[in-house]
């Protein structure tokens, strides 16, 4: 497990988005980025889930969170360019993005997988990560230190079979992941690294492995050091780095 330690204020004024913030991984680290002081605005198609979690922000005591439900299989550009000026309005700068929300689709082998389904993996995975970094890297640049956090898996760094769509996608994240990283070298305050979070106990690992016992695998919660230790101002210095939660 990544070991690292976070003070209680760690994030405390930050303004911190979330993508797929409604269950999992991005529930977890929503949670703990407000439990540490951040206002937490929780990205994620089900209102309801990010309905949920707000009310549960809200009854520890923490920032106020914001819910903003889209649905990043359908949204079109204009969407993203909207979501950029409500944030700008309302709060003014962004101080970190965590790109969480990911499809698995069909495990299959690439001669079985259907284009269709291709597609909507890499419309979630790739092409939605990228709009919403595109769209909200100036809200970052206004803030002091900000970070970008891009979600990978161990197959997204050697290629797996049967992990088709999945792989590609994550392949690609590690690309645009390096490439923003790269271009904010020297010429930025915001940073650009990646996580993979591993084996987790969630529903997404539940329907890859569902002959897994989910016992043998941490709960979001517990993977949670990395993700805070690269949202907060310990890592200000560290920019291009794709980290293991595990």
Known sequence: MFEYSAHPDLLKNR??????????????????????????????????????????????????PAVIPLNLETALPHQYDELAATVEQEFGRLDGLLLNASIVGPRSPIEQLSGDNFMRVMQVNVNATFMLASTLLPLLKLADDASVIFT???????????????????????????????????????????????ATRTDMRAKAYPGENPEVNPLPAEIMPA?????????QDVNGRAFDAQ
């Open 152 to 198: 990978s898996s161990s197959v997204g760094r050697k290629g797996r079979a049967y992990w088709g769509g999945y792989a590609v996608s994550k392949f690609a994240t590690e690309g645009l992941m390096q490439v923003l990283a790269d271009e904010l070298d020297g010429t930025s305050s915001v940073r650009s690294n990646s996580i993979n979070p591993g």
């Open 15 to 64: 303004i911190i988005m979330v993508t797929g913030a409604g269950r999992g991984i991005g529930e977890a680290a929503a949670k703990a980025y407000a439990a540490h002081g951040a206002t937490v605005l929780l990205l994620g198609k089900n209102e309801d889930n990010l309905n949920r979690v707000y009310d549960e922000i809200e009854a520890a005591g923490w920032a106020q």
């Open 227 to 235: 993700y805070l230790y690269l949202m907060g101002p310990d890592s």
